[in-house]
């Protein structure tokens, strides 16, 4: 039977962490996504045994599947993968969830309910009842003021537009020529959300309130902030030309 809802982890070096995040998220899908799930978990050839513990897991827990990728590849080229998966096997929702906990299961539910209305539904830090936990004050400079850079730039009205906790319908994510998106870390999560506002999706913010991770080394930088808000204004022009291409294709089919 196909499932319609997909949870897709891209998971590097997560041992500390992926037995209890894939476990608590399929609590929450159990009953939130009563027509079926399965929870995708995407390594990268983790040397501290990630992989392995995944793979244990889609033994032991119903819908757990796992894709092992040959290397580390990046965070945007490990959800492309997983999207490709879900959209293969019939999935009609598409989430992505960082497997740190910094994104907590139990906010499953509201993004699936969410979705019923919309066509993008993020979960955002910065809208009303929203927030960030356990951030020193440059962490919290730099997201609030790249978002600001982001929104500024591009010209639209998203709060959260780095954040990575979607839910995506099917639709989206044939239309946004997947195969043409090249971005990387903060900057795949912008331009995932852009794509979607220009081809005319509709988007919702819900507040979720997030953790920082209490085990396993975190992959942020202000290096990799200041690398994302430089591709910016070329991630506008890029994007804007991928939904132009989409939308020609999509007027030259021919109507019944």
């Given at each position: 039977?196909?499932?319609?809802?997909?949870?897709?982890?891209?998971?590097?070096?997560?041992?500390?962490?992926?037995?209890?995040?894939?476990?608590?998220?399929?609590?929450?899908?159990?009953?939130?996504?009563?027509?079926?799930?399965?929870?995708?978990?995407?390594?990268?050839?983790?040397?501290?045994?990630?992989?392995?513990?995944?793979?244990?897991?889609?033994?032991?827990?119903?819908?757990?599947?796992?894709?092992?990728?040959?290397?580390?590849?990046?965070?945007?080229?490990?959800?492309?993968?997983?999207?490709?998966?879900?959209?293969?096997?019939?999935?009609?929702?598409?989430?992505?969830?960082?497997?740190?906990?910094?994104?907590?299961?139990?906010?499953?539910?509201?993004?699936?309910?969410?979705?019923?209305?919309?066509?993008?539904?993020?979960?955002?830090?910065?809208?009303?009842?929203?927030?960030?936990?356990?951030?020193?004050?440059?962490?919290?400079?730099?997201?609030?003021?790249?978002?600001?850079?982001?929104?500024?730039?591009?010209?639209?009205?998203?709060?959260?537009?780095?954040?990575?906790?979607?839910?995506?319908?099917?639709?989206?994510?044939?239309?946004?020529?997947?195969?043409?998106?090249?971005?990387?870390?903060?900057?795949?999560?912008?331009?995932?959300?852009?794509?979607?506002?220009?081809?005319?999706?509709?988007?919702?913010?819900?507040?979720?309130?997030?953790?920082?991770?209490?085990?396993?080394?975190?992959k942020m930088s202000s290096q990799i902030a200041l690398e994302a808000m430089l591709a910016v204004p070329r991630l506008r022009?890029?994007?804007?030309?991928?939904?132009?291409?989409?939308?020609?294709?999509?007027?030259?089919?021919?109507?019944?």
């Amino acid at each position: 039977m196909q499932a319609p809802v997909w949870l897709v982890i891209p998971t590097y070096n997560e041992s500390a962490n992926v037995e209890g995040i894939v476990k608590a998220a399929a609590r929450e899908l159990a009953r939130a996504a009563p027509d079926g799930y399965r929870i995708l978990v995407v390594d990268d050839n983790s040397p501290d045994g990630t992989g392995a513990i995944a793979d244990s897991l889609a033994v032991t827990v119903d819908g757990v599947q796992v894709l092992h990728r040959q290397a580390k590849a990046g965070l945007g080229q490990a959800y492309l993968a997983g999207f490709g998966c879900a959209l293969s096997a019939g999935a009609e929702l598409v989430i992505e969830m960082d497997a740190d906990f910094s994104h907590h299961p139990r906010y499953l539910p509201e993004l699936l309910e969410a979705a019923r209305d919309a066509d993008l539904v993020l979960g955002s830090r910065y809208v009303p009842g929203g927030g960030v936990q356990d951030w020193g004050l440059l962490r919290r400079l730099i997201s609030r003021g790249g978002g600001l850079y982001a929104r500024t730039i591009l010209n639209v009205d998203v709060r959260d537009l780095t954040g990575g906790f979607k839910c995506i319908r099917r639709e989206v994510l044939e239309a946004i020529e997947l195969d043409t998106v090249r971005a990387e870390g903060y900057v795949f999560q912008i331009e995932v959300t852009y794509r979607a506002l220009l081809a005319g999706f509709r988007v919702r913010e819900i507040p979720i309130v997030f953790s920082d991770r209490t085990a396993g080394a975190s992959k942020m930088s202000s290096q990799i902030a200041l690398e994302a808000m430089l591709a910016v204004p070329r991630l506008r022009r890029s994007a804007a030309a991928a939904v132009a291409r989409q939308r020609r294709r999509r007027d030259a089919l021919p109507t019944s």
